[in-house]
Each structure stands twice: as C-alpha cells, then as structure tokens.
C-alpha cells in the first residue's frame, strides 16, 4: 500500500485513516480528533464537537442489569474504545458486551466503512453476571448500527440529497454505496453538520457500507465520486451530468401511435425540442374510466398490433428524425383493474396495516373481528379497503374498542372472489395510492416489484435512451430505502445506460441515475408564472448544491397558452441551466392560434441558451422583470420587457433597444383589428423583429394594423406607445 493510503495507531492509541486528498483521526475513545485535508492543511471537522465515530442502537436494553438500571426504550449506546486489529477497527460500546469489526477499504479518491462482524464472546448474552445461563440469541438485537457520525463545518454550499457539504476548495461527503445504507444529516446551528451513515436490521447490518470522500472543492468531488460508482458497477451519476446531455426542451406524449408520430415529430422539431417522452399509454391498454386502473397488465393497445415491432418503428422514425425517445412510466403502482388485483388480489400488493381474524369470516358476514387495534384505520372513502387472502373488502366504519371489528363490509370488492377466511388468518389495509385511488402499492419486500421492472424494462429495451419514474414516492417505509431501491430493481433491468433519469421522489442512493432530478407539475396560465417562481425557480438553485438541474416543466399545453407564458419560463429555466418539458396535447396544440408562436419561444431560447453569458443569467433570475429574445438579421438579442396595458383580447410587451421603442403584441384568440392614437406615416408593423413589413391603415387619423400572430410595433416613443396602446379600441 501506498504511503497515500493508510491507515495506522499512534503511540497514544489514536488511528489515523488517510488518501492522498485527506487523513481522518479519531482518538482511542473512537472520538473524532482531526479531518484535515492535504491539499491545503484546512481543518475541515467541527473539532468543538466530541463525538464518537461509531455507535449503535437497541429497542430496547437486553442486557439483563442494564434493563434494570435504565428505561426499557429505544436506547444509543456510544462507542467507547476503538483499536486496530488485522487491518480492521475493532470497537466495543458503553453498557454492551460485544463489539463489532469495521472494515475499511482505502483507495485514492474514497474510503469505505464496511460492517464486517459483530464480535461475540462467551461473556455475552448471559442473562446475568453471576449466570452462565444464555439468552436465546445468535446476532446482537442491534436495531441500527452507526457505521459513520462525522461532525464537520458547513461549507457555501450543502447538498442534502448526496449528502455533501461543498465550496471551490474543499468538499466532504458521506454517502451510501449501496440502497440498503441509510443516509442522513443533523444540522448543528447555523454553522455545523453531522454526516451519518447507518445499517438498518431488517435491511441490511452485517456487509452494509459507506464511503467516505473528502477532496478540493466541486469538479474533484464528482471525480472521486465518479471513481466510486466505476468501482462498485453503480449507475453512472457524475457521467450523466457531465455529458451536456441534460439540458434540452422536451415533449411529452400520450397520443404518440403509428398513424400520429409524424405530426408530433413535426412539432418537435418546430420547437426545437430534442427529447420526446413517451407516457406509458402510448404503447399499453388503459382503462375507459382512465387513471391507473390497468397499471400492472402492460399489455399492447390496439394502436400496436404488431406489439414490438410496431414499437421499434415509431422510436425508429423518432431517432431518424434526430430526437431521442424516453420512457415514463410508475413502477410501483398496480391498478385496480388489472389482473393483480381482480378476481384474486395478488398476495404481494402492500399492507400498511396487519390484522389477524379473531373469528373466522363466512361469505355473508359483514362485520369482521379482528385481534389488533382499529385505531387510525382509513376513513377515506376510497382508502376504506381491507385484503384477507386474495378477497378484498370495503368497510364502512370501525368500533374503537374491544372486540375491535370493522363494520358495513362490502364483500367482494373491486370484484375479488368472495370467500371463506378461517379464524387467524392475517391480513390488513390496503395501500391505495392517494393520488386519484385508481391503483395501489407493491410490497418492496416482495418479488411483484421484480416482475413488473421486466415488464418495463422489455418495452424500454426496445430502443428508449431515458425515462421519467413516476410515482416513486409510492413505496412502503422505510422510504429512505424503498424508493430509490424500487427505481434500481428498474434501472438494473435496462441493457444501455439511461442518458438521464427523472423522477416524482428521491432519496440518497438514486442520486447515482437521477441525473435530471425532477420535474414540477402542471401550472395553469392564469397563475404560471408565480407558480415558476414559487417552486422550480426555487428549487433549481436548491438543486445545484446536489450538482443537479430540475426540469422546468411539465408545462400542459392550453388553449389558452401565450407565447409570454413559454418566454418567463423558458428564460427562467435558462437562468439556472435547466429544461423545459411541454405536454403536447394533440387537439389543444391544434386549436390553438398562438401555436406557432409559442412553439417559435420554445426553439429561439433552446438555440440561444448554450451561448448565455453569467452575467445574462444572474439578469434573468429577477423575480419582477420579464424579458425576450428577438431575432435579429444574424442571432438574438435578449432585452428586458414590461406587459403593456391593452384593451381585452389583446397582449403586448414593451422594450427599447438600441435607443428605440418597440411593442410586439398578439390577438389572444384569433385576429382583429387595433385602432390606435399613433401617426400611421410613421409607424413600422412587422411580422419579425428584423422580419417583412406588416399593411398600417389610416382610419380617420389613427392608425390601423391588424393583429394575430405576434408582431413588432415601433415607430413613436416609449411613452406615446404604452399610451396608445392603453387607449386603443379592437375593431
């Protein structure tokens, strides 16, 4: 081993953990000393606070005479002594007879913390001191086991989604290298972190690791990360947000079939889009009564009749066409017309409570006793759902006492096969999804997970190069585990890595795919653009501390969308380098009238935006100011503009540029004519910034101009023309 890489005792029993970017040290008492990093000698650990490296939790006390001394509860006990034994930390802990080893494997760029063993001697599990009688256990009942506590400066930037604390000289993370991990901060103050990482019984102790890393600022913490997910076969996280693949606008598409690609390529191409998302019910059958009823079956709708063939034609004519396709679908939601759920619901859809039978349940009864508390039971009409064996019933309420029951059961519901339930059997609440009730939640500890991810991944395989994970946040708790793992059993399906992911939830292990973060829901047009600032906006800058974009969008597409809506947020977007995503609704895009100059916004921004300067983008994160872009004889040019005051059906934006005042304006929902108090001589009306002159009329001394698509009006000061403007009469 290299001298970079080590790790050592000091005469006086301290152990000294280092790379070449950092040496960590932590006393005998397992208490951290120092975490300086090389480069620089900058002392990166809150040195105020004594805090042990390791230590673990029970339920409870299960020594016999430290249950007696102190609480039976939920109890931390520290590491009290840590030594260096064949090349692994050996620790013992305050009021516990064993210990544990910790195996550390050091490379250049990161050091893992893995928990080898717990280490058990004869001594332990005694009942008592004076007894050599055991308690019938094998493994400690260690319910969490601290693999990692490190109380460290806060740092300009801290993304708390990786885990990281960051500025452009020094960067320290502690983050999972495995899903099974548990991630974590406290904040200390205003001033002080502390990065955690913990193996969790029931997920994963024995063989649950961490890393380390600690290096000089923003890009060398992605490169060691990057090391990292090299090593360990992991997605390839720092790869996708480097490769400049991230940033461009984006269709989605439910109306994507054979007979319609064309047209929808075509519109992409007029805005300019490079990425078209593909929503599940493109390609599968849905239910006339929509939702998510029929999530789960993926089987292929009648506008593919050729099933896979037919599907690598349409993404054929999609990447001939120079767009990449993607895939968005919900991986953890069953639907309640799908055949996992009727006749015979599948015994692996989630339980968020258990009940046993405390009478056997005939197939007339409608009252079903149960053993456990009612309490806190669904009240919710749609979430009022019970499983026993593979019936599911609906009830109408529940007795609060003893004999617990549940009353008014509806038999049979969601058309399930009534049967007979004996005495015993165990079975509970129904996860319904609180998002429209039209489906509901695999058990993660379960292989249905497994099974629907083939399902996904066949139909991505077939050509798909990213995908939108829906509906992540549907998952059973432990969430912190379940919902990035629930999206890995997916990820791990796919032959060719995704260009990107997004997703509707994150946690800290699907860092490492969910490259494009998420994607804010529809906004309407009479509140977008608050709503732009109130949340993506918000967030992007949030974001960029995890080295991540958010997108923008979905924007639905509306009748009534005006090309100022897509400037505002695609220039906000832009700001922050992140994406738009519009949602193409065939009839609405086709009806309405400001289509092409919408889509127009959409392709100008994503052409100008690689070339905005940072001084631009600080600009453009105003709050108050709007502003546009117009194209000129050779490129654009980016101007601040304000909204005009018109009469009703009419908007308009007022700029100057290069010493001149100009007003570009639209009809709202068709075209008519403006009459205005302006010397129609002097007047310009053009169909572009630098376009073809548009006809000025004379109508008994004020001038005349017709209106529709967006147009350029200049020719008077900036004064007589808000005034005008204000005055003006729609003919």
Not at 251 to 256: G, Q, R, S
Not at 374 to 381: F, G, I
Not at 667 to 678: D, M, N, Q, V, Y
Request: hydrophobic residues 35%.
């Amino acid at each position: 081993m290299s001298e970079e890489k080590r790790m050592y005792a000091k005469e006086n029993g301290s152990i000294v953990i280092e790379n070449r970017h950092f040496a960590l040290t932590f006393d005998k008492n397992a208490v951290c000393e120092s975490l300086i990093l090389k480069a620089s000698g900058r002392e990166l650990l809150d040195t105020d606070e004594r805090m042990p490296i390791f230590s673990l939790t029970e339920l409870r006390p299960y020594n016999n005479e430290i249950k007696l001394m102190y609480p039976n509860k939920r109890t931390a006990f520290a590491a009290r002594s840590v030594s260096l034994e064949n090349g692994a930390l050996v620790v013992h802990f305050d009021l516990v007879t064993f210990g544990a080893r910790v195996e550390v494997e050091l490379a250049d760029e990161y050091v893992i913390f893995r928990l080898g063993e717990f280490i058990i001697t004869d001594k332990d599990f005694c009942v008592g001191p004076t007894t050599k009688q055991k308690l019938n256990m094998d493994i400690p009942p260690v319910e969490e086991f601290r693999l990692l506590s490190l109380p460290v400066k806060r740092m300009e930037n801290f993304g708390e989604w990786l885990n990281c604390t960051w500025d452009q000289s020094a960067a320290v993370a502690v983050i999972g290298t495995m899903p099974e991990t548990r991630i974590d901060h406290a904040k200390r103050g205003t001033d002080g972190l502390t990065l955690t990482a913990d193996a969790i019984r029931g997920i994963k102790l024995v063989g649950c690791s961490c890393a380390l890393i600690v290096t000089e600022g923003k890009e060398s913490v992605l490169d060691a990360i990057d090391a990292l997910e090299i090593a360990l076969d992991l997605p390839r996280g720092v790869q996708s947000r480097r490769s400049g693949k991230l940033n461009h606008a984006s269709f989605w598409t439910y109306h994507a079939y054979p007979e319609t690609i064309d047209r929808i390529i075509a519109l992409a191409k007029q805005a300019g889009a490079e990425y078209l998302l593909f929503y599940f019910t493109c390609f599968f059958k849905s239910s006339p009564k929509g939702g998510y009823r029929y999530c789960g079956n993926y089987d292929y709708n009648e506008h593919y009749p050729n099933g896979d063939e037919d599907v690598k034609a349409v993404l054929k004519k999609v990447k001939d066409a120079g767009i990449t396709p993607g895939f968005h679908f919900l991986q953890t939601h069953i639907g309640i017309e799908s055949r996992y759920v009727t006749p015979i619901a599948d015994h692996r859809l989630h339980l968020t409570r258990h009940y046993t039978l405390a009478k056997p349940l005939g197939m007339t009864d409608d009252v079903i006793y149960v053993e456990q508390t009612t309490a806190d039971a669904p009240m919710q009409e749609d979430c009022r759902v019970l499983q026993f064996g593979g019936e599911l019933i609906h009830y109408e309420s529940y007795t609060a006492e003893r004999p617990y029951a549940f009353l008014g059961c509806k038999r049979g519901h969601f058309e399930t096969n009534v049967t007979e339930h004996p005495v015993g059997q165990i079975g509970g609440t129904l996860d319904v999804s609180e998002f429209g009730a039209t489906s509901v939640y695999i058990d993660q500890n379960s292989s249905l997970q497994d099974e629907i991810a083939d399902k996904l991944a066949h139909l991505y395989n077939l050509g798909f190069r990213y995908c939108y994970m829906d509906g992540s946040e549907g998952a059973n708790p432990p969430f912190d585990y379940h919902v990035s793992n629930a999206q890995y059993r997916v990820i791990k399906k796919l032959k060719e890595p995704t260009l990107y992911c997004e997703g509707a939830a994150k946690t800290h292990f699907g860092w490492h795919w969910l490259s494009g973060g998420n994607a804010f829901d529809i906004f309407p047009c009479d509140t977008f653009k608050q709503l732009i600032l109130e949340f993506p906006f918000r967030e992007a800058k949030h974001m960029r501390e995890d080295f991540t974009r958010v997108n923008f969008g979905w924007w639905k597409y509306y009748v009534e969308t005006e090309p100022d809506i897509y400037e505002f947020g695609t220039s906000r977007a832009a700001s922050w380098d992140c994406p738009i995503t519009i949602l193409l609704d065939l009839p609405e895009i086709e009806a309405n009238p400001r289509t092409k100059d919408n889509l127009e916004v959409v392709r100008r921004w994503e052409e100008y935006r690689p070339s905005l300067t940072e001084e631009q983008k600080q600009m453009l994160r105003s709050r108050e100011q709007e502003h546009t872009l117009l194209k000129l004889t050779e490129g654009y040019a980016l101007v601040p503009y304000d909204r005009a005051v018109t009469p009703a059906g009419i908007t308009a934006y007022t700029f100057e540029y290069e010493g001149k005042a100009y007003a570009t304006l639209w009809h709202k929902t068709g075209a008519g004519k403006l009459s205005l108090a302006l010397d129609a001589r002097a007047l310009s009306y053009k169909d572009e910034f630098c376009g073809s002159a548009l006809p000025v009329a004379e109508e008994n001394g004020r001038a005349v101009i017709c209106v529709s698509d967006k147009a350029y009006l200049s020719g008077a000061s900036l004064d007589e023309v808000k005034k005008a403007l204000s005055e003006a009469v729609l003919i």
